[in-house]
């Protein structure tokens, strides 16, 4: 299985919704999400602005092995076929009106 990746802020509402579909995706698939904090940790900030070249604010999903990304809450059948690998859709996602992930961005 690939390896996954969240990106997400501790105090970001769209991330906070993810994670019981995070948590069904781990238990379905018997897989293991790593979870990367990018609003207090600068290594893992820059981590993200390394490897995300579309969303721009999180929650941010990468999946290593077909360097397919995410950006921000989907729904779960989108998030299962990413993590499997296979073909999907990109929903349409602004962070436009997001001001906690705009200040974010500055730094």
Known sequence: MPKLIKFYGRECPHCHD?????ARLEKELGIKLERLEVWHN???????????TTCGGVP????EKTCES????VDYETLKTWALGKRFKQPSHSHEDDEHDHEHRKH
Do not use: I, R, S
């Open 70 to 73: 995410l950006c921000g809450a």
């Open 42 to 52: 600068v290594t893992n900030a820059e981590k993200m602005q390394q490897v995300d």
């Open 18 to 22: 993810m994670d019981p579909l995070d």
């Open 60 to 63: 941010f999903y990468l999946n």
